[in-house]
């Protein structure tokens, strides 16, 4: 069983979407803002 079970449920429902009904612009997005939020939460985890 890998860690997927284990991620927060929003987490999962998006993983979901993106593979069973994102389309392509969709993914664009979807791509761009989980990006912008990861390197976010990372600059504030190495300036702490």
Request: hydrophobic residues 40%; positive net charge; aromatic residues 4%.
């Amino acid at each position: 069983m890998t860690k997927f079970h284990k991620l927060p449920k929003t987490v999962k429902k998006t993983v979901r979407y993106i593979l069973q009904d994102a389309e392509a612009q969709n993914l664009a997005d979807i791509e761009t803002q989980l990006l912008a939020a990861i390197q976010k939460k990372k600059e504030i985890l190495q300036d702490k």
